[in-house]
């Protein structure tokens, strides 16, 4: 995704249920994503409640770190 293109709210739908079924089909709770993507555990609360746009760099990480290959 190019630094032009605007991300679709459904997109940001898509990725935020994608990050939130892996996490919970591997019984992981925030802190544990959080410690395996190197972030704050307020990072992925606020991913998960869509308050972070463009969403799909956030989403590949947690994604990535939960062990799900992905390409962009």
């Known amino acids: 995704m190019s630094g032009t293109e605007q991300e679709h709210p459904h997109d ?4 935020v249920r994608l990050v939130l079924l892996t996490r919970q089909e591997l019984g992981w709770n925030h802190a544990e994503l ?3 993507a ?3 555990e307020s990072d992925v609360a606020r991913f998960e409640a869509q308050q ?3 969403a799909k760099p956030l989403a590949l990480r947690f994604l990535q770190a939960m062990g799900v290959v992905v390409s962009s």
């Open 34 to 36: 959080a410690a395996s």
């Open 38 to 40: 190197q972030v704050s």
């Open 52 to 54: 972070v746009v463009p």
């Open 12 to 15: 940001t739908e898509d990725l």
